[in-house]
């Protein structure tokens, strides 16, 4: 048997025949009397059977109302929220010896870069997102924060390490 010799199990239903004329008078799904129900041209778009149309009802605005509210949103989606962190994640990810940038004296370096190579934060379209430091947990190691924001928590933290 192949795909062409395939035939229905029932027989197919014929659908019925409107707006033909003849003795069935149906109406072809237009309804009955009126401008939509004849050939030709049909009412244009708006229009409202005689009545005042909807745009002629509404008050006039002054002023150029849509640019100015098309530029705000686009500024405000340029701008990326932060990438929140706490200092637990950090601690886990970073040691305390310097990398080859502090020369071993201090604490490694905090910054978007760093935390996008260590895996804690993902680039935003192609952008590295701000980020945010929160305060959960003690600060144990000696790091240094450079192009993130910290809460206030953290900055007293910072100050005054735990040991």
Do not use: C, W
Request: proline letters at 7%; zero cysteines.
């Amino acid at each position: 048997m192949r795909l062409h010799q395939l035939k229905p199990v029932h027989q197919k239903k014929q659908p019925k025949r409107v707006g033909r004329g003849g003795k069935k008078g149906t109406y072809a799904g237009r309804g009955l009397k009126g401008q939509k129900a004849r050939a030709g041209r049909k009412p244009r778009p708006g229009f409202a059977g005689g009545d005042t149309l909807l745009m002629k009802r509404l008050p006039k605005q002054r002023g150029q109302r849509g640019k100015l509210k098309i530029r705000q949103a686009r500024k405000l989606s340029r701008r990326l929220k932060p990438a929140i962190l706490n200092l637990k994640d950090i601690e886990k990810k970073f040691s305390a010896k310097g990398g080859p940038v502090s020369g071993g004296k201090s604490g490694e370096i905090i910054s978007p870069r760093s935390l996008l190579e260590k895996g804690l934060i993902d680039k935003i379209g192609k952008r590295l997102p701000p980020v945010k430091i929160l305060g959960q947990s003690q600060l144990k190691k000696k790091l240094n924060f450079k192009d993130v924001r910290l809460s206030k928590d953290v900055q007293e933290k910072i100050k005054s390490p735990a040991k």
